[in-house]
């Protein structure tokens, strides 16, 4: 199993650009997280889907911030318009209730920065 | 509501001390899962252990313990005989079912294990 697969690795772009950010779950997991890692804020949930369906996106920051899920196998988190503050690493993770013993399963994730 | 608390910010210990890793919880449910990550300076986040609400017994896995006491609210995560490769921060995590299972995590321990 290749585990989560997140890309970019690393994103640069300039303030006012739209970013998409992409996640493939693991396969036959039907939960997955959106998870954003600052300094100052540490490690935040944004949203989290469940077969494919968000179920809570209470911690999306603002209008900006948008997620999907169109199958199984794919998510993206797009930020657009970017701004400085939402420099970050973005991490994706997936779990399902079996795996619920082995933990969840993050991303590398994403090392945002926006200039 | 759930908060999770690691009261440490940074420890540094010298090499093959043994090192104790605080986490108190808040939650108002009685099923809950407790975790702990592990986050190198390379920055993908390694799961370590689950524990259940409804399991008290602690676990030892190698150099790696916890001891969870429900009365106290605390998973503390023990490193005996600690290593340089043990310097990483460290993530205590709460969740339940109400929250889809969706970590909840502490601000995190930087642990740092000198030579």
């Known amino acids: 199993d290749a585990g989560v697969i997140q890309s970019p690795r690393h994103e640069v772009t300039e303030m006012g650009q739209e970013v998409t950010l992409r996640c ?8 997955l997280f959106w998870y954003r890692q600052t300094m100052m804020r540490g490690l935040e949930l944004l949203i989290y889907f469940n077969n494919n369906v968000p179920i809570d996106d209470s911690g999306m920051p603002e209008d900006r911030f948008s997620a999907k899920m169109p ?3 794919f998510s993206t988190l797009k930020i657009q318009p970017s701004e400085p503050r939402d420099s970050a690493v973005y ?3 997936s779990s399902s209730r079996t795996a619920l013993n082995y933990g969840y399963t993050f991303g590398s ?3 945002l920065t926006v200039v | 509501a759930q908060k999770v608390t690691q009261a440490q910010t940074e420890i540094s210990v010298v090499e093959k001390e043994d090192v104790t890793l605080d986490c108190v919880y808040e939650t108002r449910d009685t099923t809950y899962y407790l975790f702990w990550y592990k986050q190198p300076p390379s920055g ?7 524990r259940n609400s409804f399991d008290e017994q602690n676990e030892i896995s190698g150099r790696y313990s916890w001891n969870f006491q429900k009365s106290t ?3 503390n995560f023990t490193i005996t005989a600690s290593q340089v490769v043990d ?3 460290y993530f205590c995590a709460l969740a339940n079912s109400n929250s889809g299972y969706a970590l ?12």
């Open chain 1, 109 to 111: 994730g994403t090392r």
């Open chain 2, 44 to 50: 993908e986040l390694v799961f370590l252990i689950r």
């Open chain 1, 24 to 31: 493939k779950p693991i396969s036959g997991h039907d939960y």
């Open chain 1, 91 to 93: 991490f994706c993770a």
């Open chain 2, 87 to 89: 310097s990483a921060v």
């Open chain 2, 73 to 75: 609210s605390s998973f």
């Open chain 1, 71 to 73: 199958n199984a196998s």
């Open chain 2, 104 to 115: 909840n995590f502490g601000k995190g321990t930087s642990l740092l294990v000198t030579p």
